[in-house]
Each structure stands twice: as C-alpha cells, then as structure tokens.
C-alpha cells in the first residue's frame, strides 16, 4: 500500500500529469463530439450493445498508456541504481512486484477509463435527431469492467513483464508496439467480424476468433450475432459463454505469465559479460 501511494503521489504532485489528463479529457470528448454514428440502422444512439462495441475498442488506448507508465515505473529504481537499497528494506520481492503492478494498472486503467467515460460524454453533444433509449448506469458499467478493466490488466501484465524480464525500457516499448500491430494481424487473418466487413464467415472461424481474441472483441460480436434490434436497444450482453471463456483465459494468462516473471525477477542490472581475448 506505502508503495502504491508514494508511486500515486509521485505523479500527482506534478503540474505537468494534471496538465495530461486535462488534455485527454478534452481529446476525450473532441473525439465523441464527432462520433456521431450507430452501428445498424434503427440502432438507438446510446443502445447498451453500441456502448459496449465502443467501450471494448476505446480499451485498446490502454495499449499506449500501459506501456508508457510501464516504461517509467516498472525499472524505476533500477534506473536511478537504488535496486540493492531498495531492496534492502523490510519488504520482500513479491510484495514489491504486486504492489509496483497495481500502481501501473492503477494509472493505465484510470487514463483508459477517463479517455472511454470523456468519449461517451463528448458523444451526448452530438445526439441532436437520434434515436435514443432511456439512461442507465449499467450499460456503462458492465462493459468497463469486462473489456476496460480486464484488457488493461492484460497489456500491463505484459508490458511489466517484459520491463522486469529484460530490464530494458527499450523491449518495453517494443511489446506494446508488438501486441498492436500482431493483435490487428491476428484479427485480419483470423476472419475476424471486427476486421472482416461483414463478410460470410464459417461457424468454426467465428468461434475460434472469439476463443482466441485477447480483447475480447471477436468474442463480443460472436455473443451477440444472433440478437434482435430491439435486444440490442435494451438488454446488457450476458456475461456468459465464450464471452466469459475468453475473459477468463485472458485473466489466467495474464496471472501466469506474472507469477513466472516474479519467480525469474532478480534485483541487479543484466549486463553483459565481455571475454578479453588473449
């Protein structure tokens, strides 16, 4: 908890940050002023399905702010060489890790959900002539926390990962770049319905696109093929079937892969070692 604070606190006391969220707030809400679109014809503007097809893209942005605050956190003290006092105090290594994680996720979920929560409020400016449906907060929580929450958790478990693995801001930078472009591959070649256009797809490529989309798009849409209009403009997505396999899997995945890097994790700097040839 001191660590999480102190990282928090690190951040917040600095004129500049403040300066960044008032600027992502305001790119928020410029970029829903002027999406001013529904998916299907007789689509309600403010349906919970649209809501959560933008929630679950706009989670994408946590890409970028989960692999900058991974950059800067993750080697901190690594950086500044203060790893062997660090690590000297009273605190053991997995305390460190899981609190130094939940910093990073703290930050990069906090800017992906102002960025999604400034979009949709941008939104409201331009629903002048749209079929709307009546206000309600869970069409707006479910979503957060099934695709905003749980996709950020994802990019910063391997964001850090990478960062404490190779000790290198550089491969984390890298990583995050990495996940985009193979994530926007994956569902190119995959027969994806976010990439595919609407175009007839078998029932085995949708399954497999929804069982093995680390966002959970593919799986969304797979979940929501088969509902009418009027379900679409009304009912919040079930939190079952492949949709809840897929979120599942990726929330394992990223546990896994963490638990194995705070088992690898050493303290010290990896250099290389140099032979003098004589």
Same mark, same amino acid.
């Given at each position: 908890?001191?660590?999480?604070?102190?990282?928090?606190?690190?951040?917040?006391?600095? %004129? /500049?940050? #403040?300066?960044? +969220?008032? &600027? @992502?707030?305001?790119?928020?809400? *410029?970029?829903?002023?002027?999406?001013? $679109?529904?998916?299907?014809?007789?689509?309600?503007?403010?349906?919970?399905?649209?809501?959560?097809?933008?929630?679950?893209?706009?989670?994408?942005?946590?890409?970028?702010?989960?692999?900058?605050?991974?950059?800067?956190?993750?080697?901190?003290?690594?950086?500044?060489?203060?790893?062997?006092?660090?690590?000297?105090?009273?605190?053991?290594?997995?305390?460190?890790? %899981? /609190?130094? #994680?939940?910093? +990073?996720? &703290? @930050?990069?979920?906090?800017?992906? *959900?102002?960025?999604?929560?400034?979009? $949709?409020?941008?939104?409201?400016?331009?629903?002048?002539?749209?079929?709307?449906?009546?206000?309600?907060?869970?069409?707006?929580?479910?979503?957060?926390?099934?695709?905003?929450?749980?996709?950020?958790?994802?990019?910063?478990?391997?964001?850090?990962?990478?960062?404490?693995?190779?000790?290198?801001?550089?491969?984390?930078?890298?990583?995050?770049?990495?996940?985009?472009?193979?994530?926007?591959?994956?569902?190119?070649?995959?027969?994806?319905?976010?990439?595919?256009?609407?175009?007839?797809?078998?029932?085995?490529?949708?399954?497999?696109?929804?069982?093995?989309?680390?966002?959970?798009?593919?799986?969304?849409?797979?979940?929501?093929?088969?509902?009418?209009?009027?379900?679409?403009?009304?009912?919040?997505?079930?939190?079952?079937?492949?949709?809840?396999?897929?979120?599942?899997?990726?929330?394992?995945?990223?546990?896994?892969?963490?638990?194995?890097?705070?088992?690898?994790?050493?303290?010290?700097?990896?250099?290389?070692?140099?032979?003098?040839?004589?």
């Amino acid at each position: 908890k001191t660590i999480i604070l102190f990282d928090l606190k690190s951040y917040c006391n600095k %004129w /500049s940050f #403040l300066l960044l +969220i008032t &600027i @992502l707030i305001a790119f928020g809400i *410029f970029g829903g002023s002027n999406a001013s $679109f529904t998916l299907s014809e007789n689509l309600a503007y403010n349906s919970p399905y649209q809501i959560a097809f933008i929630t679950a893209f706009l989670s994408l942005s946590s890409l970028f702010f989960a692999t900058i605050f991974s950059a800067q956190l993750a080697l901190k003290e690594i950086d500044y060489n203060l790893n062997l006092i660090y690590f000297s105090l009273p605190i053991s290594k997995k305390q460190f890790l %899981w /609190s130094r #994680l939940f910093s +990073i996720l &703290i @930050l990069s979920f906090g800017f992906t *959900f102002l960025f999604t929560i400034s979009f $949709f409020i941008g939104r409201e400016f331009s629903s002048n002539g749209m079929k709307i449906v009546n206000f309600n907060f869970f069409f707006y929580l479910n979503p957060i926390l099934i695709f905003t929450l749980i996709n950020t958790f994802f990019v910063v478990s391997i964001t850090t990962s990478v960062g404490w693995f190779t000790k290198n801001k550089l491969y984390t930078y890298v990583s995050g770049l990495l996940i985009y472009v193979l994530y926007m591959m994956s569902l190119l070649f995959s027969s994806s319905p976010f990439m595919a256009n609407n175009l007839p797809q078998s029932k085995q490529a949708q399954v497999i696109s929804a069982i093995s989309d680390p966002f959970g798009l593919s799986a969304y849409f797979y979940e929501t093929t088969n509902l009418s209009i009027n379900q679409r403009n009304s009912e919040i997505v079930s939190f079952n079937g492949i949709l809840f396999a897929n979120r599942l899997g990726v929330i394992l995945l990223s546990v896994l892969l963490l638990i194995i890097v705070f088992k690898r994790f050493s303290t010290s700097k990896k250099v290389k070692s140099i032979e003098n040839k004589k």
